[in-house]
């Protein structure tokens, strides 16, 4: 009863808004799952905690908490090395949180956690796209641009534990200024479905274009709208895409110049537009890297489901460790 084949690794994936959970196999197949957990509801992380281990325990009795290997985590700036959250400006619990800790002594199970970027990545390395790959970048991108680095079929922590945040690199040099960081220019201020947003606005102030967009107040565009229009064929939403796979290819030529992966992996929402993104995304990446790493990197979208990816790559910790 105590080999992999018929044990389960519990995937718990933890967003500014709720919370998701799972229990995974060795397959990567996700046997039970919630998402009943809101966690901007809990002001103190004990109480979340103690929330937690009752939406799981009946699963766990009925499971046999021997068959269960162990809990994995994602959660943004999770720390592997530490097992703590440290800062995260979209959690209730701004401070330095023993989150693994808290976790094991409440469950009596080994509780390993990573930033949710992070977790992805082995997520795609163990079930998704880069399975069999040594090399490789996963950058997701949705409301923010998150990122997760393999080289040499090891995750990249670096020093600290905080190692490949992509998304957070400059890429316009005294350019936009991010909402959150304060950066100015970084490939989260355009590439995300924030900068989307921000984008289309722009491009709508400075221009007397017709469009689509303008039948809508600007407050009330978002990615969402933008991608609408331009799938019937608005020249300014086209462009707002146009201009985003110029950035993003740019910043991605960086990327491959630095790690040499064989692919980088696309996954989140914006890459829902498809071509309008995809065709200048690589025609930039292209023309930008150096004739030694031109037309060897792979571009492709994740095979994970949306809906499951986060809970997989949770649970892939677990098997990983």
């Not at 040594?134 to 641009?145: A, C, Q, R, S, W």
């Not at 990122?147 to 690199?169: C, K, R, W």
């Not at 890429?171 to 490939?187: A, D, P, Q």
């Not at 030694?292 to 098997?319: C, M, P, R, T």
Request: charged share 20%; proline share 3%; net charge negative.
């Amino acid at each position: 009863m105590n080999t992999e084949s018929n044990q389960y690794a519990i995937g718990i994936d933890i967003g500014g808004t709720g919370t998701k959970y799972g229990f995974v196999n060795h397959r990567g197949e996700i046997t039970y799952s919630g998402s009943d957990i809101r966690t901007n509801e809990y002001n103190k992380v004990e109480d979340f905690v103690n929330d937690l281990y009752d939406k799981l325990k009946p699963t766990i009795d009925v499971v046999g908490i021997e068959k269960i290997k162990g809990i994995g985590v994602g959660a943004p700036n999770g720390n592997i090395y530490t097992g703590t959250i440290d800062y995260a400006p979209n959690l209730p619990w701004r401070e330095i949180v023993p989150l693994a800790r808290l976790v094991s002594e409440k469950f009596g199970l080994p509780c390993f956690l990573t930033n949710d970027a992070n977790a992805a990545a082995m997520g795609e390395m163990m079930y998704g796209a880069a399975r069999g790959m040594k090399n490789f970048i996963v950058i997701t991108l949705g409301t923010g641009v998150g990122s997760g680095v393999v080289a040499n079929g090891h995750m990249i922590y670096g020093e600290d534990g905080f190692a490949g945040e992509l998304g957070h690199t400059i890429i316009r040099h005294n350019g936009r200024e991010h909402w959150s960081t304060g950066l100015k220019g970084s490939l989260e201020a355009y590439a995300s479905a924030t900068g989307i947003t921000l984008t289309a606005k722009e491009l709508l102030e400075t221009s007397d274009e017709p469009s689509l967009l303008r039948d809508y107040k600007p407050e009330a565009i978002n990615s969402k709208i933008v991608y609408e229009c331009a799938m019937k064929g608005d020249n300014i939403a086209k462009e707002v895409y146009r201009f985003t796979g110029e950035v993003l290819g740019e910043a991605l030529a960086n990327f491959i110049m630095f790690s040499s992966p064989k692919a980088i992996i696309l996954f989140g929402g914006v890459i829902k537009a498809g071509d309008l993104i995809m065709k200048p995304t690589r025609e930039h990446m292209e023309k930008n890297l150096l004739p030694i790493f031109q037309n060897k990197v792979e571009l492709i979208f994740s095979e994970l489901k949306e809906a499951d990816a986060a809970i997989l790559g949770a649970s892939a910790l677990v098997w990983e460790m």
